[in-house]
């Protein structure tokens, strides 16, 4: 049942869209109840602390919360010596950016300099005239609660399947290969550096999935059938790189453009030039090695995807 009501969910609203408009509800109006100064703040902060996984959701959570706190400290000192007005407030939004930068808070930057403009631009009103410090304090309080009822949202409701986020990673790794490969028989350029951004988000994904076990997130497959996948793909970024900069695309051998043929189902446009015989061989010899390599992954892939279905069905 409670799969039927998660596969409901992913197809017609999109889970974490939908956790992500439930934890930020929850959080305005739990705010609300306890008389919050702003609710708002609360709701903000709850959308960040949804992710794709367990570890990246607390990570998001505690990372948010401090750089808050940090925000909080240079608005408040700002606010202490006088040093206020539109120059101060650049300098402090520059150095606010620059600490979340330095310890890599990037996706909290946009919190914690709110939190400083915030009470640096703040003026005591009637009745309780609350002083900026104790401003800054429900500020800070109002953003912890938000991250607080996301993060709880994110575990104990519909919580992420590693499983499902890891085997979207693969499906567009295996695309950018496909891709990349493509444009190198058309004669094209490739971009190099998409294969570090994939390498990194590969990496992250597997570290994710160990880390999540500590929070009580089961996974129903062995980690060395991962890792295997991931060294594969490593490598295939290594073969396309290669190749894309040995030069000119030499005449391909039968065998070669069979597999090529085969693997995609269809006739690509081949831009081959006459070359050496020594050069045509060797790119043959690596490419060869390529497509099977390929052809593995995709195995690979299709496997996984089944193994995740029949888990599900199981469920």
């Known amino acids: 049942m409670t799969t039927d009501v998660s596969t409901f969910f992913r197809k017609f609203f999109g889970l974490r869209t939908l956790k992500t408009a439930l934890a930020t509800a929850l959080a305005l109006y739990i705010a609300m109840a306890f008389d919050l100064r702003m609710p708002v703040m609360a709701g903000l902060a709850a959308i960040v602390t949804i992710q794709s996984s367990i570890t990246n959701s607390f990570r998001a959570s505690?990372?948010?919360?401090?750089?808050?706190?940090?925000?909080?400290?240079?608005?408040?000192?700002?606010?202490?010596?006088?040093?206020?007005?539109?120059f101060p407030l650049?300098?402090?939004?520059?150095?606010?950016?620059?600490?979340?930068?330095?310890?890599?808070?990037?996706?909290?930057?946009?919190?914690?300099?709110?939190?400083?403009?915030?009470i640096m631009v703040y003026t005591p009103t009637a009745p309780d005239f609350m002083p900026y410090w104790l401003y800054g304090i429900h500020r800070f309080f109002d953003t912890f609660v938000g991250l607080?009822?996301?993060?709880?949202?994110?575990?104990?409701?519909?919580?992420?399947d590693p499983a499902e986020f890891i085997l979207k990673t693969y499906q567009r790794s295996l695309q950018v290969c496909e891709s990349?490969?493509?444009?190198?028989?058309?004669?094209?350029?490739?971009?190099?550096?998409?294969?570090?951004?994939?390498?990194?988000?590969?990496?992250?994904?597997?570290?994710?999935?160990?880390?999540?076990?500590?929070?009580g997130s089961k996974y129903y497959f062995k980690l060395h059938r991962l890792a295997k996948i991931n060294s594969s793909f490593f490598t295939?970024?290594?073969?396309?790189?290669?190749?894309?900069?040995?030069g000119p695309l030499p005449s391909l051998s039968d065998?070669?453009?069979?597999?090529?043929?085969?693997?995609?189902?269809?006739?690509?446009?081949?831009?081959?030039?006459?070359?050496?015989?020594t050069y045509t061989d060797n790119y043959n010899y690596y490419?060869?090695?390529?497509?099977?390599?390929?052809?593995?992954?995709?195995?690979?892939?299709?496997?996984?995807?089944?193994?995740?279905?029949?888990?599900?069905?199981?469920?």
Do not use: H
């Open 62 to 86: 505690i990372d948010r919360l401090i750089s808050t706190l940090v925000g909080l400290l240079i608005g408040s000192f700002f606010n202490f010596i006088n040093f206020l007005g539109f």
């Open 90 to 118: 650049i300098l402090a939004i520059v150095l606010v950016i620059n600490i979340c930068n330095y310890f890599k808070w990037k996706d909290s930057i946009s919190l914690a300099v709110m939190i400083s403009m915030m």
């Open 148 to 160: 607080l009822i996301g993060f709880l949202v994110n575990y104990f409701i519909l919580r992420p």
């Open 180 to 215: 990349a490969l493509k444009n190198i028989l058309a004669g094209q350029t490739i971009a190099i550096d998409r294969f570090m951004e994939e390498v990194q988000l590969l990496n992250e994904d597997l570290n994710n999935l160990r880390k999540d076990g500590k929070y």
């Open 236 to 246: 295939a970024f290594a073969f396309l790189a290669q190749l894309s900069e040995e």
């Open 255 to 277: 065998q070669n453009k069979d597999r090529i043929d085969s693997y995609f189902a269809k006739d690509l446009v081949i831009k081959s030039q006459g070359s050496s015989q």
């Open 287 to 315: 490419l060869a090695d390529l497509l099977q390599l390929m052809e593995d992954l995709k195995e690979a892939v299709k496997d996984l995807e089944k193994s995740i279905k029949a888990k599900e069905k199981s469920a």
